[in-house]
T-cell receptor
Framework: GAGVSQSPSNKVTEKGKDVELRCDPI?????LYWYRQSLGQGLEFLIY????????KSGLPSDRFSAERTGGSVSTLTIQRTQQEDSAVYLC?????????????FGPGTRLTVL | GQQLNQSPQSMFIQEGEDVSMNCTSS?????WLWYKQDPGEGPVLLIA?????ELTSNGRLTAQFGITRKDSFLNISASIPSDVGIYFC?????????????FGKGTLLTVNP
């Protein structure tokens, strides 16, 4: 079946502009995650959505970052007033939901470059 | 926060050789995961370990969950060119925030044919 999809695959923007990154999770998955991967680094947790519960935003690096998930499916990560240090690959993952073996499946990522 | 130390950072091996990489943590995890990432793709789960001391195989891959719960290793036997990629370990805890994965910085594997 279809996996996690993300768009755009690449985004180049100028410093100070806002960007929106989209994630379409696997159908039926109730949990959705955003991670950031900087060059040569592991993945850094940003935010987690589970069903209708309040999201865990504890990983968002600043108030310029926000995310929403509409209708329990598609999610959008928004970065306002982008800075050069925001350049990274932004990965989305989804999973079936809470449980002992709740495997996260990742999308291909959006490579963001801030000039 | 929790830190994962993954080593080595990179490896250059000949096709057919075995390779080993490991992760250590400053604190305990209840689950250890190993992912592989190909260029331009997201990480793909290779092996999941749920029990201290557990040894699990997936084809030519073998991974173990350390008894102390603070470490894990991944072995790849008889490497082939398609094994090239970045391998990440990740730790996960049960409980209220059991969804959060803490990742190592990755091991870049290059296989020379």
């Amino acid at each position: 079946g279809a996996g996690v999809s993300q768009s755009p695959s690449n985004k180049v923007t100028e410093k100070g502009k806002d960007v929106e990154l989209r994630c379409d999770p696997i159908s039926g998955h109730t949990a959705l995650y955003w991670y950031r991967q900087s060059l040569g680094q592991g993945l850094e947790f940003l935010i987690y959505f589970q069903g209708n519960s309040a999201p865990d935003k504890s990983g968002l690096p600043s108030d310029r970052f926000s995310a929403e998930r509409t209708g329990g499916s598609v999610s959008t990560l928004t970065i306002q007033r982008t800075q050069q240090e925001d350049s990274a690959v932004y990965l989305c993952a989804s999973s079936p939901g809470p449980g002992d073996t709740d495997t996260q499946y990742f999308g291909p990522g959006t490579r963001l470059t801030v000039l | 926060g929790q830190q994962l130390n993954q080593s080595p950072q990179s490896m250059f091996i000949q096709e057919g050789e075995d390779v080993s990489m490991n992760c250590t943590s400053s604190s305990i995890f209840n689950t250890w995961l190993w992912y592989k990432q190909d260029p331009g793709e997201g990480p793909v789960l290779l092996i999941a370990l749920y029990k201290a001391g557990e040894l699990t195989s997936n084809g030519r891959l073998t991974a173990q969950f350390g008894i102390t719960r603070k470490d894990s290793f991944l072995n790849i036997s008889a490497s082939i060119p398609s094994d090239v990629g970045i391998y990440f370990c990740a730790g996960q805890n049960s409980g209220g925030s059991n969804y959060k994965l803490t990742f190592g910085k990755g091991t870049l594997l290059t296989v020379n044919p």
